[in-house]
């Protein structure tokens, strides 16, 4: 019964703990084994990806000065912080998957760790939204955005940006439990409960309404786009002809030169009031077709 009662506790079973040490249970272990080394591996990419695509980005952006503009600026601020995101939070959660599942080091530690990615996650909400709109002010009032989007503008906004991400994440640390390991997710993070107990409901409110406001911003972007440069059909409009000279706008310029020369009769085209007629060379050259004909039959 001892025995039977060390067993289902699973304290005191050997190989509980060798399977709880790859993440897994007892019945499940090699299973487990096999989707521990699975996460590895791809989170292990995942962050090898990040690191070096963020920092190709932004040596192209700090080598080439000709990149060295407001948009740019705001695309090396998220690649920077999306590359301490990688090499700081993210093998913590390695090392927890690997350890099965636990945190192993202090609860400060795994606050800071905490604190740490709710600040990115805030971070990138705010700089994609900033982002948008300055697409937005560069298409739509280019005048007003070439004057005004200076580099210490352009650090203005970096640095409100960080206000704002700090504002958002730095309360919950002051909130017991806020702030802790959870088992599921292999990482320390914000913890989402009801929402009277912390700040689960304004933290989801402010990302969903930053993520609302930028899609917005581009949708009336591509609505400006779509009014200010839309092609408009050729319309084919007809010459109006008297007599066989033709004005009006699509009338051609030889056919404004035949009526100068006399070759037309009628009205004057309203195109080419003020202009006089050629009637010289008319009568001329009726006359050379009347002496050709040899003259009148009396």
Not at 159 to 172: G, I, K, N
Not at 287 to 295: A, V, Y
Request: proline fraction near 4%; charged fraction near 15%.
């Amino acid at each position: 019964m001892a025995n039977g009662n060390e067993s289902s506790d699973g304290s005191h079973n050997p190989l509980a703990a060798v399977v709880a040490t790859t993440g897994g249970t007892v019945n499940g272990g090699p299973s487990s084994a096999v989707s521990t080394y699975i996460k590895l591996v791809l989170l292990g990419l995942i962050i090898c990806i990040s690191l070096v695509g963020n920092l190709v980005v932004s040596l192209l952006v700090l080598r080439d000065r000709a990149l060295h503009k407001a948009p740019y600026y705001f695309l090396l601020d998220l690649c920077l912080a999306d590359t301490i995101r990688s090499a700081v939070c993210f093998p913590f959660v390695l090392v927890s998957i690997k350890n099965g599942s636990t945190w192993t080091y202090s609860v400060l530690s795994c606050k800071v760790v905490a604190f740490m990615a709710v600040l990115f996650c805030f971070h990138a909400a705010f700089m994609l939204f900033c982002i948008s709109v300055t697409r937005y002010m560069a298409i739509a009032h280019h005048r007003f955005y070439s004057k005004r989007m200076t580099f210490w503008t352009c650090v203005a906004v970096v640095c409100m940006v960080w206000t704002l991400s700090v504002a958002m994440a730095f309360p919950p640390v002051f909130d017991v439990g806020t702030y802790k390991f959870i088992r599921e997710e292999d990482q320390c993070i914000f913890e989402h409960r009801y929402f009277k107990a912390n700040d689960t409901l304004g933290f989801m409110l402010m990302l969903a309404v930053l993520i609302l406001a930028t899609h917005v911003v581009y949708m009336k972007l591509l609505l400006f786009e779509y009014k200010h440069r839309k092609m408009k059909p050729v319309q084919m409009v007809p010459a109006i002809s008297q007599n066989w000279t033709f004005h009006g706008p699509g009338a051609t310029g030889q056919a404004a030169a035949n009526w100068i020369a006399g070759f037309g009769r009628g009205p004057m085209p309203p195109t080419l009031l003020g202009i006089r007629q050629n009637l010289h060379n008319q009568n001329r050259r009726l006359l050379e077709l009347f002496d050709s004909s040899g003259g009148l039959d009396v």
